[in-house]
């Protein structure tokens, strides 16, 4: 564990108190002077919006292309909720867009509070907790026209394009998955409706969003297929061999946690694997957050690890942060909602051959009472994202799916076909999009539907 000098102070509370009302200022006329081209095709706008419990208004970047757009009545809304931990994100790299350009959508992305609540450091905000959920709340009114920003300005008039006449989507980009899924559980927060959700690769648990099991650049050996599963009351969890845990001390109380790999007794960067985990400040001390699977199992091996959360602790600290444990709350809330669970074979951030975190949270929604899932957009809609014909997954919505199990297929690499990785999104927005206005919701489709991308 290397510690830093400057992290936010830890708020170990689930779900807490409501985000209050946001009122409505009056409008303007200058709302489009603000716009202006991006490098990559598209016009866009940087607004701030009212939020009465964050210390600064919530800054959100709007992106939109030139017409046509996707549908004849106007461009669908989607709010895109970045992946990491950081607080601001803005303005949105063209590497970091979710949604095609020029595919016919208005897109939100929203910028996280630097402060928040509780929990405070700049650049980190809270870590994607009550904060941020206030923010996602704020973002998805003001994408509902329900909000305007601080020039009182409303999304309607601040872009150059019609609004289709559509609920808002929500998108959450591979951790931004499990804050959108926080937000869909959060009761005290009054939602606007939305028309459907997709995650693209969300690492879905604890031990996915620490990286503890390993990472597209750097696996972790221990981990043998099958080993995770998902339950209604822990999530999902992975089994892996505590064995080789131990603790590498460094000056003053700090050091790394790792798994002794090559079992010399000693940590070496090359041949072991370091457990970086999560660091903020908890009463002024620096602090380390594992998953609580981990925390148990550091427990019962009796290793001493300053400045450790231990299991009880971690365990409140993700009940606001783990997609796989809000499933339930979340559909409770929200059953009616379509949703698109987006896998690849190669994925962006972990390098699990089964992709539990993938098809664990298809199985924790379908389980919850989800009434329409789906695991990656109908063939038709991958192949019109892309303009390339090859076997895309195609699995039919409400596909029974287990969590590392192979009844649903992982989409094609993007480096294998030559195409940009916000493909996969944009052909589910897509597909949710058309299928919303045909209201045409059977498994499997034979071609694109509705009014035509």
């Known amino acids: 564990m290397r510690f830093r000098l400057s992290f936010p102070v830890l708020l170990l509370a689930p779900l807490p108190a409501a985000c209050g009302d946001v009122h409505r200022p009056p409008g303007r006329d200058f709302c489009r002077k603000a716009r202006e081209d991006t490098d990559w095709g598209e016009h866009h706008a940087v607004v701030s919006l009212p939020d009465p419990d964050l210390p600064d208004p919530v800054v959100v970047e709007v992106l939109w292309g030139e017409p046509p757009t996707l549908l004849a009545s106007g461009a669908p809304v989607v709010v895109v909720l970045s992946g990491g931990f950081e607080a601001r994100i803005l303005p949105v790299e063209a590497g970091e867009r979710a949604v095609d350009a020029g595919a016919g959508f208005v897109h939100l992305y929203v910028g996280f509070p630097d402060q928040g609540g509780e929990v405070r ?26 909000l305007d920003d601080t020039d009182g300005c409303g999304l309607r008039e601040r872009v150059g394009v019609t609004l289709a006449p559509l609920d808002p989507f929500l998108h959450g980009q591979s951790n931004g998955g499990n804050l959108a899924v926080a937000v ?132 409140a600290f993700w009940a606001g942060r783990d997609a796989g444990r809000l499933a339930g709350p979340a559909m409770a809330l929200h059953p009616d909602l379509p949703i698109v669970v987006i896998g690849t074979a190669e994925d962006h951030g972990l390098a699990l051959p089964d992709h539990p975190h993938v098809t664990g949270l298809a199985e924790a929604l379908q389980a919850s009472g ?21 076997a895309y997954a195609d699995n039919p919505a409400n596909t029974a799916v287990v969590t590392g199990g192979a009844t649903v297929a992982m989409e094609v690499d993007e480096d294998v076909l030559g195409v940009q990785r916000t493909a996969w999104t944009t052909a589910a927005l897509a597909e949710l999009a058309h299928r919303t206005v045909t209201g045409r919701w059977e498994p499997d489709l034979e071609g694109t539907i509705g009014e035509g991308p």
């Open 184 to 315: 869909l559980a959060d009761p005290a927060l009054d939602l606007p409706a939305m028309a459907g959700l997709t995650v693209f690769e969300t690492p879905s648990g604890a031990q996915f969003s620490t990286l503890e099991i390993g990472s597209a650049g750097h696996p972790l050996p221990l981990y043998e297929e099958g080993a995770c599963a998902w339950s209604a009351a822990a999530g999902i969890t992975c089994e892996i061999d505590p064995g080789g845990l131990a603790w590498s001390p460094g000056p003053d109380d700090s050091g790394i946690l790792y798994y002794d790999l090559d079992d010399d007794g000693a940590f070496s960067e090359d041949m072991d694997f370091a457990v970086h985990g999560l660091v903020p400040v908890v009463d002024g001390e620096p602090r380390l957050v594992v998953s609580p699977v981990l925390a148990a199992q550091v427990a019962e091996t009796g290793l001493a690890v300053p400045g450790l959360l231990g299991a009880e602790e971690a365990w």
């Open 370 to 390: 989800a009434t329409w899932l789906r695991v990656n957009p109908d063939a038709a809609y991958a192949a019109w994202a892309t303009g390339v014909e090859a």
């Open 121 to 146: 450091a700049p650049g980190l905000g809270d870590l994607r907790g009550r904060a941020a959920r206030c923010a996602v709340r704020t973002a998805l009114r003001y994408a509902a026209g329900a």
